[in-house]
Nanobody, 123 residues
């Protein structure tokens, strides 16, 4: 059984920064691509960023490109999302998820999900 636990969310002013973490249980963390998604109130869950199993490849939604950086430390079974220059449109619950062996952007391509961490950006 895989468990994913996000942390690092909070309240930040526009222009500020946050770093999210996703701690994974299980021995197979390093075998899978991982992703970050977010869901704002009244909206569907949307793709934010993904990273390959090795960390050598990354992919971002256009809305966060240049502001967010995804990374992972397989020795620590942990994935990160560094977010800078945040704006109110980034307000959402952020989820980490385990993907397939290669990067995908669809929600259905991910099989294990964390409980989410709230990010709120005030104007």
């Amino acid at each position: 059984q895989v468990q994913l636990v996000e942390s690092g969310g909070g309240l930040v002013q526009a222009g500020g920064s946050l770093r999210l973490s996703c701690a994974a249980s299980g021995r197979t963390f390093s075998s899978y691509a991982m992703g970050w998604f977010r869901q704002a109130p009244g909206k569907e869950r949307e793709f934010v960023a993904a990273i390959s199993w090795s960390g050598g490849s990354t992919y971002y939604a256009d809305s966060v490109k240049g502001r967010f950086t995804i990374s992972r430390d397989n020795a620590k079974n942990t994935m990160y999302l560094q977010m800078i220059n945040l704006n109110p449109e980034d307000t959402a619950v952020y989820y980490c998820a385990r993907g397939k062996t290669i990067i995908r952007v669809g929600v259905a391509e991910y099989d294990y999900w964390g409980q989410g961490t709230q990010v709120t950006v005030s104007s």
